[in-house]
């Protein structure tokens, strides 16, 4: 079975300093990964996804992620944040074919003047 | 904003009682799938519907159930309600075939069951 660990809760960061948000899945096939954003008492938008080719994704909003098929990762990652990005992020991951996303507990950033 | 809309946004319901969710697929968007964001948790599967049928269920009892219907919109049933029922119910539509595409989220539906 898959799953995801997001290894932070919480991540606090001071406006315009970088960031980076952890992921790690275990899944024993290949896996498409997604980031996800969701601001209070909203939905959730994609950031960014990977399903194949360049490992380095990059997103909406200014942010980026790396995908790391040895270390089984998927770390979200910003230059420099703004009050914002302040959010929960979440981490996903589901196979090919029409198959349910799995996500993580999520990471909540929150971005300090 | 995605094109998926969900009705109601907030509900209060009292234990025992039952519920149906409504959610308004995208446009051109063939699969619908439920999840439950309890309360400082992630989002957890309960089941996906494609073309009118359902094709994949998470650990969720059998009182929750679901429709989609011939325009790929679709419902969630949830009876005999309990208080850790109380979530955030997210629908996403996708459109899955030959060409597939993202996970698309609507709002979602406050529940509260008190």
């Given at each position: 079975?898959?799953?995801?660990?997001?290894?932070?809760?919480?991540?606090?960061?001071?406006?315009?300093?970088?960031?980076?948000?952890?992921?790690?899945?275990?899944?024993?096939?290949s896996?498409?990964?997604?980031?996800?954003?969701?601001?209070?008492?909203?939905?959730?938008?994609?950031?960014?996804?990977?399903?194949?080719?360049?490992?380095?994704?990059?997103?909406?909003?200014?942010?980026?992620?790396?995908?790391?098929?040895?270390?089984?990762?998927?770390?979200?990652?910003?230059?420099?944040?703004?009050?914002?990005?302040?959010?929960?992020?979440?981490?996903?991951?589901?196979?090919?074919?029409n198959?349910?996303l799995?996500?993580?507990?999520?990471?909540?950033?929150?971005?300090?003047? | 904003?995605?094109?998926?809309?969900?009705?109601?946004?907030?509900?209060?319901?009292?234990?025992?009682?039952?519920?149906?969710?409504?959610?308004s697929?995208?446009?051109?968007?063939?699969?619908?799938?439920?999840?439950?964001?309890?309360?400082?948790?992630?989002?957890?599967?309960?089941?996906?519907?494609?073309?009118?049928?359902?094709?994949?269920?998470g650990?969720?009892?059998?009182?929750?159930?679901?429709?989609?219907?011939?325009?790929?919109?679709?419902?969630?049933?949830?009876?005999?309600?309990?208080?850790d029922?109380?979530?955030?119910?997210?629908?996403?539509?996708?459109?899955?075939?030959?060409?597939n595409?993202?996970?698309?989220?609507?709002?979602?539906?406050?529940?509260?069951?008190?």
């Open positions: 079975a898959q799953s995801v660990t997001q290894l932070d809760s919480q991540v606090p960061v001071f406006e315009e300093a970088p960031v980076e948000l952890r992921c790690n899945y275990s899944s024993s096939v896996v498409y990964l997604f980031w996800y954003v969701q601001y209070p008492n909203q939905g959730l938008q994609l950031l960014l996804k990977y399903l194949s080719g360049s490992t380095l994704v990059k997103g909406i909003n200014g942010f980026e992620a790396e995908f790391n098929k040895s270390q089984t990762s998927f770390h979200l990652r910003k230059p420099s944040v703004h009050i914002s990005d302040t959010a929960e992020y979440f981490c996903a991951v589901r196979n090919s074919g198959t349910p799995v996500f993580g507990k999520g990471t909540r950033l929150s971005v300090i003047a | 904003e995605t094109g998926v809309t969900q009705s109601p946004t907030h509900l209060i319901k009292t234990r025992g009682q039952q519920v149906t969710l409504r959610c697929s995208q446009s051109g968007h063939n699969t619908v799938s439920w999840y439950q964001q309890a309360l400082g948790q992630g989002p957890q599967f309960i089941f996906q519907y494609y073309r009118e049928e359902e094709n994949g269920r650990n969720f009892p059998p009182r929750f159930s679901g429709l989609q219907f011939p325009n790929y919109s679709s419902e969630l049933n949830v009876n005999a309600l309990e208080l029922d109380s979530a955030l119910y997210l629908c996403a539509s996708s459109l899955e075939g030959i060409r595409t993202e996970a698309f989220f609507g709002q979602g539906t406050r529940l509260t069951v008190v």
